[in-house]
């Protein structure tokens, strides 16, 4: 594999739910905005970013660690459209109410107030919030007016494109004066994008720096936007030509060159060691 030639002990740009998340103060300061808004009981929170920025990671990040108090559920806005997101929501909490909306919202009232009283927080975050129709955003309506002794019952958070946050989304205008808390994860700078890059390597082994030319995390930047799932493509597409190449290092020219393979649709993958190609480090 590519990444003994180089001296890594994995591959070191996978997008997988294992790796080790890198963190910045975007990252953090979002994450503590979500579960500021959750443990606060505010009803309504809104996180957005662009598509590969890694919202979901986050979301993830903040189930994962949530208080045991707190049941934290993804939903997400692409699956099962043909059900209510009333019914998405009560079948993803384990209740079996009946298929009308008004025993259905009762149900999941009741349901509410004893975990309330339990010292228990319920929260569900939509994933893809921006794809919600018109009828979801209106039942959101619904599950934000359960409430008690002036406080949230339910917790929602929205996660999805900048969209969101423009209100170019149909029925989420209606939400606006009620969305408490608004978060936004950005693409990285290219300072950021060098230390991605260098956090990457050093989770996958690495103990040199300069693998990756300071021309080459230039070009990246620039081709990435600073996405870090673009990143990850790229970088690891640089990698395996480097390798095929038999070059120590990372040069714009093999960044160009990685690119314009992604932007034709990619290549048939190499295993085999190209002749010539030194034994790994």
Known sequence: MY???????????????????????????AFVALRYGIELRLGLVVLTGES???KTRLITLLR?????????????ARSERTTSLLGRTTASLGLDVAAERRAGTQALKQYLLQQSKAGHIVAIVIDDADELSPEDFAELKTLLSLRSEGRHL??????????????????LKSLRQRVRVWSRIPPLTSHEVETYIEHKLSIAGSSLRGLFR?????????????????????CDRSLRLAYRRSQEHIT???????WKILQDGGEPEIEARPRGLQEPR
């Open 3 to 29: 990444f003994r030639y180089f001296g890594l002990t994995k591959s070191p740009f996978e997008n997988a739910s294992g790796f080790p998340f890198y963190v910045n103060d975007s990252y953090r300061e």
């Open 252 to 258: 714009e020219v093999i960044v160009d060159d990685a």
């Open 214 to 234: 300071p021309a080459a995390v230039a070009r990246i930047a620039t081709y990435s936007r600073g996405i870090p799932r673009t990143m990850d493509a790229l």
């Open 52 to 54: 590969g920025v890694g």
């Open 154 to 171: 339910l917790q929602i958070i929205l996660v999805g494109s900048p969209a969101l946050a423009s209100f170019n989304v149909p029925g």
């Open 64 to 76: 994962d660690s949530a208080k045991k108090n707190v049941r934290l559920l993804v939903l997400s």
